[in-house]
């Protein structure tokens, strides 16, 4: 895991952009503490930078910038290659060597002889991982950016001011005196209304995310105009679901869970191999118990996981974790999080993000990682699970709501008993707060009209903004039914721009890489490929998951409602936090042009008097209102 950062800035001197460029480095060390360097081509004013922690190679083999064996390409490149040896294998088999034999075994030199042998797209889509990076072709005078499938790892790029800017963190650009770091409030208001800034979309103007999956091929015409290509794909999650509909699995449950199995082991393994130290974050839930358990049934010495308890019994994990551990014989690591260490932590979340983000689980995530990297450096999660297998608590509810309907029911019985049933869960307890949402839910007329309902519901939610817009999303296949649908919305939304967001920053903050093994891509298309039933039946959630699981660690140590990573924060913004909350959105304007101040009192005063519990907008609010203050 790694830091880049770059540009191309026409007319600038080697020196010049040499300064630059460390500059921008300087900001996301904590990417890479373990090395740096930087390259710059003054003949055409491109500038590549990196910064490295090192997993793979730790010999100075491994140095980035790397120059190709053939001296075309030159990379900045950011995760890993997980099958990067069967590459080079078939590399070797197909008498495409690089000219001077391998220098090293790093998967960064194993993609640099696939681009000199088989282009751009092809090399892309041989491989397994997760990754950002940055590669200069001298002869075509052109650079690629190139984003992992389901975007584990970050990448901004965007013109300012004459110049093209890149890097895994909005602070590397910033870094740069072109950045203007003009405030989108477009994308300000989405973000109030979903707690996270969706791809392609960033906080400033003129600034991208690179949307998971594809590569921006940006040539000399591109460059003398200052315009942006439309990013390529070379791989689709819709068209994952769209060939899954296709082409179904039509084995048997019992062949789909060895199926799931098998990739699953191979995923860990593949996943497991560092030249560091290697553990696990373990919640004790189905996902991230699953990948524990394959990590430790693949070998004889004891994995190394880490867990982290919660002081409010009612959001305590940790003895689920324990539990697990002791089946499994792991070396399990708790700490159990104590309210003042959550609380020193909250000043510093708006330059950790470095852009508005509001998912509160960002807190344990922080700590658990500060955990884990006392012991380890690279540290496997079972992020993936809930889109793709469908185990998310709304799932079953929007089935419900369909079946309801279908029988040409009121909503009333089945939805709501489906609500009690998930009482505890944040994003559940929105829906029994008004009735009205429900009997409009079920008057959809279709599986797509009713996702598209119940995402436009947050989309449309009023915000204490002058201005009520968004910004457009990326779209996605309606599917054959309606959880379906909604899983393959939030897996290419919610998982890449809220989840992956929330581990990467929150890990790279403490110098630990993240590996999330149920995200390899073949274990997405199998499960795309899924009937329903395997995966949502009765009411019980990623039951071809389950069933893996339940082959490494009894029914009774795992089977409980999913409680979610939560921090009493309604509670502590009432008591704790006041003081800040209340000094933060004072310092709004009585004549803001930008904020609607009586909106956002009567907000905060309704959330205060415990008459409403408005946790998610105000904390939403408040990681916009830090990091407008930090701006100034």
């Given at each position: ?95 495409s ?42 002869h ?15 990448l ?24 203007s ?118 070998t ?13 019994a ?63 450096s ?42 009690k ?34 995402f ?53 903050a ?29 009411g ?74 408005h ?10 209102l830090?990091f ?5």
């Amino acid at each position: 895991m790694c830091g880049i950062a770059g540009f191309i800035h026409l007319g600038e001197s080697r020196h010049v952009s040499s300064f630059r460029l460390t500059a921008m480095l300087k900001p996301i060390v904590h990417r890479g503490p373990d090395d740096g360097g930087v390259w710059v081509d003054a003949q055409h004013s491109v500038a590549l930078g990196h910064r490295r922690l090192s997993i793979l190679d730790l010999s100075p083999a491994g140095h980035q910038p790397m120059t190709s064996s053939c001296g075309r390409y030159v990379i900045v490149f950011n995760g890993e290659i997980y099958n990067h040896l069967d590459i080079r294998k078939n590399l070797e088999t197909a008498g495409s060597l690089p000219i001077c034999g391998w220098r090293g075994h790093s998967d960064t030199e194993t993609l640099l002889a696939c681009f000199s042998a088989w282009g751009i797209e092809k090399t892309l889509q041989s491989t397994v991982g997760m990754f950002a990076l940055a590669l200069w072709d001298k002869h075509e005078k052109s650079l690629t950016l190139a984003r992992d499938r389901i975007g584990e790892k970050p990448l901004y790029y965007g013109w300012q001011n004459g110049v093209f800017l890149f890097g895994s963190e909005l602070k590397a650009l910033k870094a740069h005196p072109a950045f203007s770091g003009e405030m989108d409030w477009h994308a300000a208001s989405t973000f109030l209304r979903l707690n996270y800034i969706p791809a392609p979309s960033s906080i400033y103007q003129g600034i991208f995310k690179l949307v998971p999956g594809t590569f921006l091929p940006l040539t000399q015409h591109h460059v003398q105009q200052r315009t942006l290509p439309p990013p390529v794909p070379y791989w689709s999650l819709g068209d994952a679901a769209a060939q899954g509909l296709e082409n179904p699995f039509i084995g048997s449950f019992a062949d789909a869970v060895d199926q799931l199995e098998t990739l699953v082991r191979q995923a860990v393994q593949l996943q497991s191999v560092a030249d560091v130290p290697v553990g696990a974050f373990l919640s004790g839930g189905i996902d991230s118990s699953t990948v524990v358990a394959m990590m430790q049934s693949s070998t004889t010495s004891k994995v190394t996981t880490f867990s982290i308890g919660m002081p409010d019994a009612k959001m305590d994990e940790s003895q689920h974790a324990a539990a697990v551990a002791r089946h499994l014989g792991t070396n399990h690591v708790e700490h159990v999080i104590q309210p003042h260490e959550a609380l020193d932590l909250i000043p510093r979340l708006s330059e950790i993000w470095d852009e508005p983000f509001a998912d509160s689980s960002q807190i344990p995530t922080y700590l658990v990682s500060q955990l884990a990297k006392q012991q380890v450096s690279v540290a496997l999660s079972g992020d993936g699970g809930d889109e793709f297998f469908l185990g998310y608590s709304q799932y079953v509810f929007y089935q419900k709501i369909w079946r309801a309907r279908h029988l040409g029911r009121l909503p009333w019985t089945p939805a709501f008993k489906a609500l009690k049933m998930f009482e505890g869960s944040q994003r559940v307890a929105s829906v029994s707060r008004r009735s009205q949402t429900v009997v409009n839910a079920w008057r959809q007329p279709n599986a797509q009209m009713l996702n598209r309902y119940w995402f436009d519901r947050y989309r449309q939610r009023k915000v204490p903004l002058a201005e009520q817009c968004s910004v457009e999303m990326l779209d996605f296949p309606v599917l054959g039914d309606v959880a379906s649908t909604a899983g393959l919305w939030d897996a290419g939304t919610y998982l890449p721009d809220d989840i992956l967001v929330k581990v990467d920053r929150a890990a790279m903050a403490n110098s630990l890489e993240t590996r999330a093994p149920l995200l390899d891509h073949r274990i997405i298309e199998f499960a795309c490929s899924l009937p329903l039933k395997y995966k949502l039946n009765g009411g019980i959630s990623k039951k071809v998951l389950r069933e893996v699981l339940y082959r490494h660690v009894p029914k009774s140590i795992v089977n409980r409602p999913k409680m979610g990573f939560d921090i009493p924060l309604s509670s502590w913004l009432r008591k704790e936090l006041r003081p800040w909350v209340e000094e933060t959105i004072s310092k709004i304007e009585h004549d803001s042009p930008n904020f609607d101040r009586p909106a956002i009192f009567q907000l905060w005063n309704e959330h205060l008097s415990g008459q409403i519990d408005h946790t998610d907008q105000i904390w939403a609010l408040l990681s916009l209102l830090t990091f407008i203050n930090r701006q100034n």
